[in-house]
């Protein structure tokens, strides 16, 4: 680290024309981004994907990408289908690859219009306003147009306001104020400077990937919220040092080596560790988590390549014109570098007197925080705590009322006989009516659809048959849920097909189900595999055996009060009175993103405090100094950078949605937990409590890892001149 320093700040107007340069071409391929992400969705390998596959090539329709025209009327609704059918025809002009496949009075007053289309809702949402103009106004009726690509279409402004007003006017504000406090001086812009070259140029490499693999449209927000949170924190980790080692006497380019010899050395593991993290989503079944995890990876290792090139750069440009214009007072900026006062000094000193109480109290309060996990309930997801105002929502409604709230994402059942004219097949004739009859006899079935000579119901080929059931609940309830599982384990085995004959569940509930086996049949050995490597990298980081294992069971116990707090919040209600939306399940994606994210950014703190700790036990040789010392000059560094994230993370929880109040209020909640009582707390008391054991490292496996072994027993280095 010290040769690399050296070498860069000898080239470092070259360095920072490199930067410049990746800056220019990197701002001008994100800005050409947008267009080349998609939020498609696919679960590749299971029964709904194959009941697409066969609705696509044989009966020209994607469910997910359908529309429903719903009109109600005062009076008798079988006089106005008529007017329903050609306003129907009127909309599916605007929309490519789509025909109208029924239109029907589902109610004394209700008439709703199929329509249908081989486009994924990603695309077809992009013509739901073009067929609401086509629509026009019916007389005498009231029109909505819905289905999940109208749903998406009229919930992306809500996600833009929502989220613009979350960053406008709680995140940014919070941030830039927290900012200006923890640096003191113009300095807080170094994070900007730095965030300005590492974000770009993560979304310019993404660009590129863009052009051959599909990736996710969130891709770009996350890589935005993780490289901001990045930069932050790894700014006010070398710039705290930078500031350190020069009040010690240090020339400026001896402190920028001493700099980047401590600090930029724990920014490479805590940047690793961040990685890996992330790079968990990278091996998920799931092709749309994979793209975040390829973004996961990527914002983590630039911003350390950014950090070992371009920010010791920066520092030696701007830090000193930076820090004379002072924004807080001289005399507050002096009393942190008190390392006897203060509030840092005197928690740590308080903390050694009484590890055990510390400890205990901090570890129980953990434990009945993560406690209502026990209770924890997953969904895919519904419409529910949508606003209400949309039109979408309001013909879901009047869809509900009428028929059933899955109708505009039913159950899609379909029959491959195995051969052409297979339909005409007096046995499986006889299989589908009990088929049927089971299905449209099961409590959760509102109405089932199937109609021998639609082409809708029966290809061209005879091979294929297509039965809808539109159930009584929303696609994502847990009715909906159970009635997939009863279809699947029970009315398809009791039907009695012959052999050779493949039923597929597809649609909007057994979608449901396969998301959720996709995505938590391979969770548990990803997080396994990504704290092995984790254990691994803090092995060779902190020098010890101990230190590691408690890293990871500390950030376990971080996220498990995350899940337990949403469980309490959104599904027990505890949080109506703040405005956040009760729902009785946790959206599926949530704990799989929560873990990924806070487990990396979690692990940040660590090893920044504990990296601290670490050298101040190799300069002293006293586990009470350097736990207490390690929290006194990184303690106010972590807390600052955590609020800074937490403020971050509340702008979605300002938002009208659900699902993205669970993913910010559990990103906030436990970023807050974990700098505020894990860190302050947790940590430095527990490693008070271990003693010489944090620092154990025996001889043989110090040698596989390539480190210096650490006994039990050893002299402290005698201190550097100056420090």
């Known amino acids: 680290m010290e040769r690399w320093t050296r070498f860069v700040l000898r080239h470092r107007l070259a360095v920072l024309g490199v930067w410049l340069a990746v800056f220019a071409a990197a701002a001008w391929a994100a800005f050409g981004l947008s267009g080349l992400l998609t939020n498609r969705f696919t679960l590749p390998g299971t029964d709904t994907h194959r009941a697409e596959n066969v609705l696509r090539a044989h009966f020209g329709q994607r469910t997910t990408g359908s529309f ?46 199929q329509l249908v289309s081989d486009l994924e809702p990603a695309d077809s949402k ?25 749903v998406e279409h009229d919930l992306d402004p809500v996600f833009n306001h929502d989220l613009q007003v979350g960053e406008l006017y709680i995140a940014i504000p919070i941030a830039i104020v927290l900012l200006i406090f923890t640096f003191g001086s113009l300095a807080f812009l170094v994070p900007f400077a ?51 080692e020069l009040r010690a006497g240090h020339a400026k380019e001896a402190a920028l080596v001493r700099t980047m010899n401590t600090a930029g050395r724990a920014v490479v593991f805590s940047g690793t560790a961040v990685a890996i993290g992330l790079a968990l989503l990278l091996f998920m079944p799931l092709p749309f988590m994979r793209g975040l995890g390829f973004g996961g990876l990527l914002i983590p290792v630039v911003s350390v390549v950014a950090a070992l090139t371009v920010l010791p750069v920066l520092l030696w440009f701007t830090a000193a014109p930076l820090d004379r214009v002072r924004l807080v007072p001289a005399a507050v900026l002096e009393q942190r570098w008190d390392d006897e006062h203060g509030f840092w000094p005197t928690l740590a000193r308080f903390i050694m007197r009484r590890p055990v109480l510390v400890a205990s109290a901090t570890a129980l309060f953990l434990v009945v925080l993560a406690s209502p996990v026990l209770d924890l309930k997953l969904g895919p997801g519904s419409n529910h705590g949508i606003p209400s105002r949309l039109e979408a929502v309001r013909g879901l409604d009047l869809l509900g009322s009428a028929v059933g709230e899955g109708a ?87 039907a009695g097909f012959p052999e050779g004959v493949r039923v597929l569940a597809g649609g909007g509930p057994p979608s449901g189900v396969d998301f959720l086996h996709l995505t938590y049949v391979s969770f548990p050995w990803l997080v396994l595999g990504v704290l092995l490597l984790t254990y691994v990298l803090l092995l060779r980081a902190f020098r010890s055996l101990l230190l590691p294992l408690k890293a990871i069971v500390l950030n376990l116990l971080s996220i498990g009060a995350a899940y337990g707090v949403l469980v309490a919040v959104f599904r027990w209600g505890w949080g109506d009175w703040a405005g956040l939306i009760a729902y009785d399940q946790v959206e599926g994606w949530i704990p799989v993103m929560l873990f990924a994210m806070l487990f990396g950014l979690s692990m940040d703190y660590e090893v920044f405090l504990v990296s601290r700790m670490r050298e101040e036990w190799d300069a002293t040789g006293d586990n009470d100094l350097a736990v207490a010392r390690g929290l006194a000059k990184t303690g106010r560094l972590v807390t600052a950078a955590g609020l800074i994230m937490f403020a971050a993370f509340m702008a979605f929880v300002a938002g009208s949605v659900v699902g993205l109040q669970q993913f910010g209020f559990g990103l906030a909640l436990a970023i807050l937990v974990d700098v505020t009582i894990v860190r302050a707390l947790l940590v430095p008391s527990a490693m008070k409590l271990f003693g010489r054991w944090n620092w154990w490292l ?4 110090a040698r596989v890892a390539r480190v210096p072994a650490s006994p039990l027993e050893r002299r402290p280095q005698l201190r550097p001149a100056g420090r």
Request: hydrophobic share 45%; net charge neutral; glycine share 8%.
């Open 408 to 494: 505009t994402a039913p159950t899609d059942v379909v029959v491959d006989t195995g051969r052409a004219a297979g339909v005409r097949d007096p046995r499986i004739r006889g299989a589908l009516g009990e088929l049927i009859g089971r299905v449209r006899s099961d409590p959760e079935t509102a109405t089932v659809v199937f109609r021998p000579g639609s082409a809708q119901s029966v290809d061209a080929t005879g091979r294929y048959v297509h039965v809808q059931a539109i159930g009584r609940h929303e696609y994502g309830t847990i009715e909906a849920l159970d009635f997939v599982h009863r279809l699947r384990d029970e009315i398809v085995p009791g």
């Open 698 to 701: 025996p001889e043989p496996i």
């Open 68 to 113: 429903t025209l719903v009109a109600r009327t005062d009076g008798d609704a079988r006089r106005i289908v008529p007017a329903v059918r050609a306003a129907a025809e009127r909309a599916s002009r605007r929309l490519p690859t789509s025909q109208v496949v029924s239109v029907a009075a589902v109610s004394p007053h209700v008439v709703t219009a």
């Open 126 to 150: 992009g013509h739901t306003d073009a067929m609401r103009r086509a629509i026009g106004v019916v007389p005498g009726v009231e029109t909505a147009l819905t289905g999940q690509a109208a």
């Open 194 to 244: 730095f965030a300005a070259f590492s974000i770009p140029t993560t979304l310019a490499i993404i660009w590129i990937a863009a052009h051959y693999v599909q990736l996710t449209t969130y891709l770009q927000n996350m890589v935005m919220l993780i490289g901001l949170g990045i930069s932050i924190d790894y700014s006010l980790l070398v710039v705290s040092r930078y500031r350190e």
